[in-house]
């Protein structure tokens, strides 16, 4: 059977010395092994780590592929994957740009969509590894308190604003849990001056194949295309026609029951 837990991250967040996290590559669990043994063992920290883990097979890309500071974003919980690359200036597209988050194996399923963003709309994306939402979190909360209690300083910004500064677009964020985890974060993200959108498992799904799983849930690649169209088009970015078409060409069931009732 597949998916059993849409949730368990999300009360994980609830345990103050748990540190959670939902890798996706191979050198993105080492990089947060290695921490946890550092911080528990060497530190003698007080803490414990949870690491979601899946079966799928698929290739593994080097540590030196992510790019410098790759390492400092996996422990944060959010690092820049790959980048677009320019925008096309005239055509289709005309210089469109999104940013997607994807965590775990459902990011596989972010650059997947990011291909036929560019590919079939001439959209371009910015991926982005979200391997901790919680920590995310943690670290917008410690950031909010400082604020708070220092008026009279600068401003410090969060970790997922500070990273999303300079990068053009709405964010959407898709993965295999509820979508309450990737939603907690949508202050920050909202703080860079981006439009939010969320996708999640919410709801009970059993599936023989991942793909009918995912497209139950609503988060598989072409909901992730629709998705940013759509963010597009309510920032006023293309006409709501473009949405409706992608709809279309990806034959999505408009008039189904939403998966959280059924």
């Not at 998916?3 to 996706?24: K, L, M, R």
């Not at 560019?118 to 604020?147: H, P």
Request: proline share 3%.
């Amino acid at each position: 059977l597949q998916h059993e837990d849409g949730h368990s991250h999300i009360i994980a967040g609830t345990i103050p010395n748990c540190v959670s996290y939902d890798p996706t590559f191979a050198y993105e669990v080492v990089t947060i092994i290695r921490e946890g043994m550092r911080r528990m063992y060497e530190e003698q920290e007080d803490v414990y780590y949870y690491v979601t883990l899946m079966n799928e097979n698929y290739p593994h890309p080097g540590l030196a592929e992510a790019g410098a500071g790759a390492e400092q974003g996996i422990l944060k919980g959010l690092y820049k994957l790959t980048d677009g690359g320019k925008t096309a200036a005239s055509g289709k597209g005309k210089g469109l740009r999104v940013q997607l988050m994807g965590s775990g194996t459902i990011l596989r399923e972010v650059m997947a969509g990011a291909e036929l963003l560019k590919n079939d709309f001439g959209v371009t994306a910015d991926l982005w590894s979200a391997t901790s939402y919680n920590e995310l979190r943690r670290d917008g909360m410690a950031t909010e308190r400082w604020n708070l209690l220092h008026p009279t300083e600068p401003r410090r910004k969060s970790w997922v604003e500070s990273v999303l500064e300079g990068h053009e677009g709405p964010v959407i964020a898709s993965t295999d849990y509820m979508r309450n985890y990737a939603d907690q974060v949508r202050e920050y993200v909202q703080a860079a001056g981006r439009r939010y959108v969320v996708l999640g498992t919410d709801g009970f799904g059993r599936s023989d194949y991942r793909s009918k799983l995912r497209e139950f849930f609503e988060v598989d690649r072409f909901y992730v295309v629709v998705a940013a169209l759509k963010a597009l088009a309510d920032d006023g970015r293309i006409k709501a026609s473009v949405v409706a078409d992608a709809i279309t060409k990806y034959k999505l069931d408009t008039e189904r029951a939403a998966p959280w009732t059924v």
